[in-house]
């Protein structure tokens, strides 16, 4: 993801939601190196004055259809980022 930040997130941009990898992507990645990784990345992001709000893919069980989240799952992301989003645009 830091490799891919300036063509990813363009001038302009004010706010980024950034997920937290937990699960399969530790599998194709050590844990400290990811954890640099998003350091380098929040403070890329803050330095260009982006807000940086944090979500984490965790899906409860009773979320799931198989290994992929369902809709139940994306409303309560949706609902927890909403109230974050607004607040760091300085809607309250």
């Known amino acids: 993801m830091y490799g891919r930040l300036g063509s990813a997130v363009p001038d302009g941009t004010q706010i980024v939601i950034l997920e937290i990898p937990k699960g399969n992507d530790f599998k194709h990645n050590l844990q400290g190196e990811?954890?640099?990784?998003?350091?380098?990345?929040?403070?890329?992001?803050?330095?260009?004055?982006?807000?940086v709000l944090f979500f984490s893919n965790i899906v409860p069980a009773d979320e799931?259809?198989?290994?992929?989240?369902?809709?139940?799952?994306h409303a309560t992301i949706v609902a927890s980022l909403l109230p974050k989003v607004m607040a760091?645009?300085?809607h309250h």
């Not at 640099?36 to 004055?49: D, E, H, M, P, T």
């Not at 799931?64 to 799952?73: E, V």
Request: hydrophobic letters at 40%.
């Open 64 to 73: 799931r259809n198989g290994d992929h989240p369902n809709a139940q799952w």
């Open 88 to 90: 760091a645009m300085g």
């Open 34 to 51: 990811t954890t640099g990784n998003v350091s380098l990345i929040v403070s890329a992001l803050k330095a260009r004055n982006i807000k």
